[in-house]
């Protein structure tokens, strides 16, 4: 079993929907990342978050660290958040990563 | 303000040669990760350096695999005698402290023969 699991694997939308990503990570950890990987294949972080919430534009993570559990949300989903969504976490000092969730948004 | 750059962005490589790759951290950065992507599978941890030292290797395969990070100049990961299994992207990514926000660079997509 990983130490971090992602759910679903593979999401498609339609445009404007809400969209939720699950991750549950079974290590103590120190922080917990969001990243998103384009096509291209390159990887912006997008959230570090060790409890509560954040919020950026049309992105909400939040954390809960009793149930080792995070959730990333889309709101307003458009075809450009099409990419790979990645969870990870940093426990003893090195990245954990998630197998990811590929998003597909549709018009 | 430059983000993490490597290079080369594409690297062919038959087998037995020798890869080289370079990651330039974030001006200001000193703490430097590489991780590796294989076809179809998650990104996985390989090395942490800070200048001039190695702090946590411990995702390094034992032999041929080996990271530099010098008082001068970009942090090097070198892979010796390339076998196709050693095909993947490899990112490097740098961070202003450990355990803060780590930026990733655009990778390097190495292509064995």
């Known amino acids: 079993k990983n130490e971090v699991e992602q759910s679903p694997q593979n999401l498609t939308a339609q445009e404007g929907e809400f969209i939720t990503i699950n991750c549950s990570y079974s290590?103590?950890?120190?922080?917990l990342h969001w990243l998103q990987q384009h096509p291209g294949g390159g990887i912006v972080s997008l959230f570090m978050l060790s409890s509560g919430k954040k919020k950026h534009g049309r992105l909400i993570a939040t954390i809960n660290i009793q149930e080792k559990h995070s959730s990333l949300h889309i709101t307003a989903s458009h075809p450009r958040d099409s990419a790979v969504y990645i969870c990870?976490?940093?426990?003893?000092?090195?990245?954990?990563f998630g197998t990811g969730t590929r998003l597909q948004v549709t018009l | 303000n430059a983000g993490v750059m490597q290079n080369p962005r594409h690297l062919v490589r038959r087998r037995g040669q020798e890869a080289r790759l370079r990651c330039s951290p974030m001006k200001g950065h000193s703490h430097v990760y590489w991780y590796r992507q294989l076809p179809e599978e998650g990104l996985k941890f390989m090395v942490y350096l800070q200048k001039e030292n190695i702090i946590d290797e411990s995702g390094m395969p034992k032999e041929r695999f080996s990271a530099e990070f010098p008082k001068e100049g970009p942090s090097i990961l070198r892979i010796q005698q390339v076998v196709r299994g050693d095909s993947a992207a490899y990112f490097c990514a740098s961070s202003n402290m450990h355990g803060d926000t780590q930026y990733f660079g655009p990778g390097t997509r190495l292509t064995v023969l």
């Open positions: 990870a976490v940093t426990a003893a000092s090195k990245l954990t």
């Open positions: 290590v103590g950890i120190s922080a």
